[in-house]
Every structure is written in C-alpha cells, then in structure tokens.
C-alpha cells in the first residue's frame, strides 16, 4: 500500500451571495421596484490539483466536471 496518490481534498467554498433592494416610487401610488442580484458557486479556495475537491463514491475522483457558476439579475415592479 502506498500513499502516493492521496490528496488533500480540503476546501472552503464562497456558495451562494444574494443582495436586494426595494424601494416605493411616490409619483405612481402603491408601486414597489426591486432590484437583486443572486450568484450561486462563487469561488472555492483549495490546494486541490483536480477539477474539484468534491470526489464521488469511495473517495475517487473520476475527473468529473466541476460545479458551474450562475448569475441571476432581476427587477420587479410590483403596481
């Protein structure tokens, strides 16, 4: 048995960050406006050499392919 290719799959992931504001605009009565901002799977700080750290079934990593990154801009108007 030998250690040689154990990795360290230790990792810190940025997942999810989600902002809004909301706001009423007075000149046309009981209208809201939103605007947000929501972006899933940011940034992950490893030292790991592969795609990802997250490894399948019993710890091996098949070269799977890594988590994708979104975005989501939106507004509401709400009258």
Do not use: C
């Not at 040689?4 to 799959?9: I, L, Q, R």
């Not at 947000?36 to 030292?47: A, P």
């Amino acid at each position: 048995m030998s250690d040689h290719y154990v990795a360290d799959g230790s990792y810190l992931r940025l997942q999810n960050i989600s902002l809004g504001y909301t706001t009423e605009i007075r000149k046309i009565a009981n209208t809201k406006l939103r605007l947000y901002l929501n972006v899933d799977n940011i940034y992950t700080w490893t030292k790991y050499a592969g795609y990802s750290p997250e490894v399948g079934l019993e710890g091996l990593d098949f070269g799977g392919i890594p988590r994708t990154s979104t975005a989501t801009l939106g507004l509401d108007i709400t009258f």
